[in-house]
């Protein structure tokens, strides 16, 4: 009876594994969803500031081929207005 006494049990506390202290806040499943929406997030940003900055730059605007070839949209594209309306559009 004292061997039984002096055997550890199989289930030490030593020899349990820990629980984590704090859970995994991002579960392996959705690690793609989160790649998914900063791609998303870059891209938007990305239009936006194509959207900002290409109504005053002169070769996107002026020099666009569509506005050489179709000149009353050209004299309509140089007025200082549509280009503030197109900048305003992406807000």
Known sequence: MSRSRNRRPFFAPNRLPRPSSR???HPSGFRWLERVELFCACWWVSIGLWLI???WTQRIWDQNP??????SLG??????AVRGLIQDWEF
């Open 23 to 25: 859970p995994d806040p």
């Open 53 to 55: 900055f290409a109504p």
């Open 66 to 71: 569509l506005f050489l070839h179709y000149s």
């Open 75 to 80: 004299h309509i594209a140089v007025n200082g």
